[in-house]
């Protein structure tokens, strides 16, 4: 098995070095996997170790700023999506090429469309894309809350994303994505025959060790990626000051990695900012309820199911639950406006009973549709189909 991808996936800050981290972790019980990856940085010898169990062979390739610049300069000449070139190196080529020549594996997986120049055109062994999300749906709504001077790259970027995603369509056999929501914004005539393959929630989050509540509310997410950081934003400037308007001083945390500027500045004596933490298990064992305003971005947000394992009632928007699949009052709450999350927060603090029946139905719901064994079990059968 011949794997492909745009970051080294570990450690797990990202959806989709979470994603690829199980998948890989799944694979290497039936496959020899060789592991081609792009990195920006270094990769600690730590985590090389973590990643080989998996792996027969893993060569990194790096990405340097020069290249980007020269890729990005290329970019707005050509048709194919900014993301594309980003990663995209002629030389990584050439050797990605030479080992295809040398291993001659029996199948391709390759995630993310970004990653697919490198492959695409091989045609010695079936080939799969894990699109994950339709990243142009994404581009699309990004273009709804940019400023006008960003705003023509995302409109851009949709654009070609929507024209990429259906072309590669018919240069692999198999084609899978995160949800069935997904699926339906990849325009192509057969995208009914892209297999739904969702993430999964590690067991450890069903078995988090009780401790102190400290913080009321919860959010969490990689905290550079634009929705996590316009949902961190309106919990801080929406939602606590309609809480403190209705007698209610809660606290917040915002936790996980890379915090931008503008979550950073949130942080106050009710609101702690954490950066990365090594186990993010800890943050949820010591926060009262999971809160989600999701309002741009695709796909199925791990912070949900990881949420809803460890127990807590969680309020998210319907956008967020769609790839979900949760049913509003039994075992998730959903909201849109401001008015109606402080209803929800309010009516989970205040009625045992409901905090204790979301709480206990959302856990089962993921236990028994998000596991990461059965969707690596479909994977793996899809796989294996050659």
């Not at 790096?62 to 610049?69: A, P, Q, Y």
């Not at 999964?200 to 550079?224: M, P, R």
């Not at 917040?252 to 931008?260: D, T, V």
């Not at 998730?332 to 204790?356: G, H, N, W, Y």
Request: proline content about 4%; hydrophobic content about 40%; overall charge positive.
């Amino acid at each position: 098995m011949f794997v492909v991808l745009s970051r080294f996936p570990y450690p797990l800050e990202k959806g989709d070095k979470l994603r690829a981290f199980h998948q890989l972790q799944g694979l290497s019980n039936d496959f020899s996997v060789v592991l081609c990856c792009m990195t920006e940085t270094a990769v600690p010898e730590a985590h090389l170790r973590i990643v080989q169990q998996y792996c027969s062979e893993i060569h990194l390739f790096r990405l340097g700023k020069i290249g980007l610049l020269f890729q990005a300069a290329l970019a707005f000449f050509s048709k194919k999506p900014f993301q594309v070139a980003y990663f995209y190196r002629y030389a990584h080529f050439r050797k990605i090429r030479r080992l295809l020549a040398e291993k001659q594996p029996d199948h391709i997986f390759c995630q993310l469309l970004r990653m697919a120049e490198y492959v695409k055109d091989y045609h010695h062994c079936p080939k799969t894309l894990d699109y994950m999300d339709a990243l142009s749906k994404g581009m699309e709504r990004r273009t709804q809350t940019e400023p006008w001077y960003r705003n023509w790259f995302y409109r851009m970027e949709h654009k070609r994303l929507t024209v990429y995603e259906r072309s590669l369509f018919d240069y692999f056999e198999h084609k899978v994505i995160i949800s069935a929501q997904d699926r339906q914004f990849i325009l192509h005539p057969k995208r009914d025959e892209i297999h739904v393959i969702p993430n999964g929630v590690s067991e450890a989050f069903f078995t988090i060790t009780e401790q102190e509540k400290q913080y009321d509310l919860l959010f969490t997410g990689n905290f550079s990626y634009p929705p996590n950081v316009e949902a961190a934003v309106f919990l801080a400037k929406e939602i606590l000051p309609k809480l403190r308007e209705r007698g209610l001083d809660l606290s917040l945390l915002l936790s996980g990695a890379s915090p931008h500027a503008k979550v950073r500045a949130l942080a106050s004596d009710r609101i702690h900012v954490t950066g990365w933490v090594e186990d993010i298990r800890e943050s949820y064992a010591r926060s009262r309820i999971f809160v989600a305003p999701m309002f741009i971005g695709t796909g199925l947000q791990n912070k949900l199911l990881e949420a809803m394992a460890a127990r807590l009632p969680c309020i998210t928007t319907r956008l967020a639950n769609n790839a979900l699949g949760g049913t509003d009052s039994q075992n998730i709450l959903l909201a849109e406006q401001p008015a109606e999350f402080v209803e929800k927060i309010m009516l989970c603090l205040s009625d045992r009973s409901i905090f204790t029946v979301i709480s206990n139905t959302g856990r089962e719901y993921v236990r028994q549709h998000y596991s990461w064994k059965s969707q690596n079990e479909h994977l793996r059968s899809l796989l294996l189909i050659g």
